[in-house]
């Protein structure tokens, strides 16, 4: 019904930057809300960042000001542009739908199967 293919993720020294992105396909004929989330080890998984199909965003605290999250409504793909990285945004990066509306129905939630991302010290 839906797939994501997210990319982007790797390993990158204190201060370097990477690019995350997430392309959703199927039958899909809106997207209200798309964003990241990321999950350390022992950790829950928390909001990094999501931004709405009119292109409001909202950052976690801890990412403001180095990580910039964009979208493409027309090819239903998002991506997380992230400067400046620390050893702390280490986690797993699990791009996340909301509210999809495809041609069989709706979708509330749905979730990538996530991209590692490292930062060495």
């Known amino acids: 019904q839906v797939q994501l293919v997210e990319s982007g993720g790797g390993v990158v020294q204190t201060g370097g930057s990477l690019r995350l992105s997430c392309a959703a396909s199927?039958?899909?004929?809106?997207?209200?809300?798309m964003g990241w989330y990321r999950q350390a080890p022992g950790k829950q998984r928390d909001l990094v960042a999501h931004?709405?199909?009119?292109?409001?965003?909202n950052y976690a605290a801890s990412v403001k000001g180095r990580f910039t999250i964009s979208r493409d409504n027309a090819k239903n793909t998002v991506f997380l542009q992230m400067n400046s990285l620390k050893p702390e945004d280490t986690a797993v990066y699990y791009c996340?739908?909301?509210?999809?509306?495809?041609?069989?129905?709706?979708?509330?939630?749905?979730w990538g199967q996530g991209t590692q991302v490292t930062v060495s010290s």
């Open positions: 199927g039958s899909i004929l809106s997207i209200k809300t």
């Open positions: 996340n739908l909301n509210s999809v509306v495809t041609a069989v129905g709706f979708l509330n939630n749905y």
């Open positions: 931004i709405t199909s009119g292109g409001i965003t």
